[in-house]
């Protein structure tokens, strides 16, 4: 009993840190700014159009 206990304090801590690491990289990667959309190639529907 008291060995499963103490897997469950172990798990629970490993579990806690795994979610404020999380956390933590969400706001580091929402810190950057804003996402801008990727720049659109039209040189392939300009050649569709050439005559």
């Known amino acids: 009993m ?3 206990k ?6 629970g ?3 806690l840190l ?3 690491g ?3 990289l969400v706001q580091l ?3 950057r700014g ?3 959309p990727a720049p659109i190639d039209l ?4 050649n569709l159009f050439i005559v």
């Open 29 to 31: 990667l929402d810190f």
């Open 22 to 24: 999380y956390l933590l």
């Open 13 to 15: 801590a490993i579990a």
């Open 34 to 36: 804003e996402m801008l």
């Open 6 to 11: 103490w897997v469950a304090i172990v798990t």
């Open 18 to 20: 795994l979610s404020f």
């Open 43 to 46: 040189s392939l529907l300009q």
């Open 2 to 4: 008291n060995r499963s």
